[in-house]
């Protein structure tokens, strides 16, 4: 007897993606795509309506993001395979998707087969990371645990640290108002929360850590960049 294809809600605000997904999904045969969504909110509608298998989901999205989602969606349906497909770094986000409750994280720059490989594995009850990350993931959250420490950047909101990330990337106020469909006032609300929390003394060494941060993906670095 056939086995049924697992059924997949797929979240991304970019609908080349999205039809880039839907062929990855539909093509592996083990999965379906039930439905579509491009923000946070159609995205809980969807699966109050359609309860799928599994849930696809990016981080950067118009209003609320990705790790906020995964964290609603949880409230709602617990046991609820969540995957992150995201152009963001593992460095810098996976750790923090893993603790919002995703099963798994995966880059969108990945093979067709790696993101094939990443739903089976979650869609078996299993943590999905990638070889070349899992080790250090696994070890920063041990020395964490064992530490009583954890990242400096923990005590940043999800917005936040996506703003300090585009920071690092080396975008203006108006650059990640634009990127993150954002007001300028709003980004240089994050901004300030950002220098206040991680006791930075000016802008200009915040944005120097910030870019440290992004191309080391060591969140270690800000000890160092507030000296």
């Known amino acids: 007897m056939p086995t049924v294809p697992k059924r997949v809600l797929l979240v991304d605000d970019h609908p080349t993606f999205r039809q880039g997904l839907h062929f990855i999904v539909s093509k592996s045969g ?21 309860k ?18 995964i964290k609603m969606i949880l409230a709602e349906m617990p046991a609820m395979p969540i995957l992150v ?44 990371v990638s070889p ?8 920063k ?15 940043l909101s999800d ?25 300028p006032k709003t980004v240089e609300t994050h901004r300030a929360h950002i220098k206040e929390k991680l006791k930075f003394k000016d802008a200009t060494t915040m944005v120097r850590f910030a870019v440290d941060w992004v191309t080391s993906g060591q969140s270690d670095a800000a000890a160092s960049a507030r000296s």
């Open 85 to 128: 497909v995201s152009m963001h770094e593992e460095a810098l986000y996976a750790l923090r998707a893993l603790k919002a409750g995703a099963k798994g994280y995966v880059m969108k720059t990945e093979t067709m087969s790696s993101i094939a490989s990443a739903m089976r594995c979650i869609a078996d009850g299993k943590i999905y």
């Open 30 to 50: 083990e999965f379906e795509v039930c439905g579509e969504a491009d923000n946070v909110s159609a995205a809980i509608l969807q699966c109050r309506l359609l």
């Open 132 to 139: 070349t990350f899992g080790e250090r993931l696994i070890f």
């Open 141 to 155: 959250a041990i020395t964490a645990i064992h530490e009583g420490m954890g990242s400096p950047m923990d005590v």
């Open 159 to 183: 917005r936040e640290l996506e703003v300090l990330e585009k920071l690092g990337k080396g975008l203006n106020t108006r650059e990640i108002a634009d990127n993150l469909r954002l007001s």
């Open 52 to 69: 799928p298998d599994m849930v696809l989901v990016d981080i950067s999205m118009p209003g609320l993001n990705g790790i906020e989602l």
